[in-house]
T-cell receptor
């Protein structure tokens, strides 16, 4: 049973464009939603995270949008750059106190 | 550099064999997690230890076992290896049980031939 569903599986975006990755979750007890970024040969690293008391969180070019009623959250990368090319994972947990459940990942390629 | 060290980085072995993967968490981190990454399944949680005690169990096979030692390093033991066990195995650590952020090592790539 996949608790966090992520789409698309892969994404190609032009440099300067907006990259959008979506995730949906099933467990309404989840209340911590991070996004991790993974470069080839490296482990995932925390990019940005949100808790459901806010609908949006922005850090630089990265924004998480959260829709509690729809049980969905998304990552928006503004002004996408070739250096953003990586695999992105959404995840969820309960109060940061349970192991993170990850989506299957989205491979983003930003082309010039 | 996340501060989490995993060894070995690469491992090639045969079916039926047993291997041990080692993880040293960030200095001071009490919680260690093991994840398996494969192309079609993404990051699958295997097991978590906190200060030496098993805290949570995920999709870990009975052929696999883990432990966390008093110095907080952890080992993941994989036995009776099958072709399907070929994957990247990640260790991650966090400061405590309420810290949502995980710090991942660079992984151990296991190839079973």
């Amino acid at each position: 049973q996949q608790q966090v569903k992520q789409s698309p599986q892969s994404l190609i975006v032009q440099k300067g464009g907006i990259s959008i990755i979506n995730c949906a979750y099933e467990n309404t007890a989840f209340d911590y939603f991070p996004w991790y970024q993974q470069f080839p040969g490296k482990g995932p690293a925390l990019l940005i995270a949100i808790r459901p008391d806010v609908s949006e969180k922005k850090e630089g070019r990265f924004t998480i949008s959260f829709n509690k009623s729809a049980k969905q959250f998304s990552l928006h990368i503004m002004d996408s750059q070739p250096g953003d090319s990586a695999t992105y994972f959404c995840a969820a947990s309960i109060s940061g106190n349970t192991p993170l459940v990850f989506g299957k990942g989205t491979r983003l390629s930003v082309i010039a | 550099d996340s501060g989490v060290t995993q060894t070995p980085k690469h491992l090639i072995t045969a079916t039926g064999q047993r291997v041990t993967l080692r993880c040293s968490p960030r200095s001071g981190d009490l919680s260690v997690y093991w994840y398996q990454q494969s192309l079609d399944q993404g990051l699958q949680f295997l097991i978590q230890y906190y200060n030496g005690e098993e805290r949570a169990k995920g999709n870990i096979l009975e052929r696999f076992s883990a432990q966390q030692f008093p110095d907080l390093h952890s080992e993941l033991n994989l036995s009776s290896l099958e072709l399907g066990d070929s994957a990247l195995y990640f260790c991650a650590s966090s400061a405590n049980l309420l810290s949502g952020e995980l710090f991942f090592g660079e992984g151990s790539r296991l190839t079973v031939l």
